[in-house]
């Protein structure tokens, strides 16, 4: 539980880490997911980790930065 608790954080704290990230996304409890590889999406931490559990990736898509 506690490795599973660590990871979790991990993620979390990676995605607020993403320079493209806004304060106000933060503000709002919101991370960035590119999703199905064609457009990026701020989301909450709940659906985040929903989006990386079907394959989306973390952070903005590479041709929208």
């Given at each position: ?55 989306d ?9």
């Open positions: 539980m506690r490795i599973l608790l660590l990871c979790f954080s991990l993620l979390i704290l990676s995605a607020c880490a993403t320079q493209s990230d806004t304060v106000e996304d933060r503000r709002r409890g919101q991370s960035l997911v590119c999703h199905k590889q064609k457009h990026t999406e701020a989301v909450s931490t709940p659906n985040y980790l929903r989006h990386l559990e079907h394959g990736s973390a952070g903005p898509c590479p041709n929208e930065e």
